[in-house]
């Protein structure tokens, strides 16, 4: 059985950090694109960042480029999201996702595999 885990959610003052995680179980982890979504109250879910399978690839929306760092271990079978200067716009559940098929993919229906996601509230 597969499962992602999220970790690492909470409460942050605008300018703070936070570093989300991302276990992996029950499949080889290494195959698998990790993407980061994100789906704040009244709106739909949508892109943060992902990473290739060896990690050599990243890519990441425009709005968090410079600010938010993807990441991942594979020998741990983790991913990472480094969160710096959030802003009270970051705030939303995060969702880690995994996708075995593409080389790295920012579409939601591409991904499938999907943890249950961490909340991450932005204080201004």
């Known amino acids: 059985q597969v499962q992602l885990v999220e970790s690492g959610g909470g409460l942050v003052q605008a300018g703070g950090s936070l570093r989300l995680s991302c276990g992996a179980s029950?499949?080889?982890?290494?195959?698998?694109?990790m993407g980061w979504f994100r789906q704040a109250p009244g709106k739909e879910r949508e892109f943060v960042a992902c990473?290739?399978?060896?990690?050599?690839?990243?890519y990441y929306r425009d709005s968090v480029k410079g600010r938010f760092t993807i990441s991942r271990d594979n020998a741990k079978n983790t991913a990472y999201l480094q969160m710096n200067s959030v802003k009270s716009e970051d705030t939303a559940v995060y969702y880690c996702?995994?996708?075995?098929?593409?080389?790295?993919?920012?579409?939601?229906?591409?991904?499938?595999?999907w943890g249950q996601g961490t909340q991450v509230t932005v204080s201004s």
């Open positions: 990473i290739t399978r060896g990690g050599g690839g990243t």
């Open positions: 996702a995994a996708d075995s098929t593409n080389y790295y993919t920012d579409r939601e229906s591409d991904y499938e595999y």
């Open positions: 029950g499949l080889t982890y290494s195959v698998y694109a």
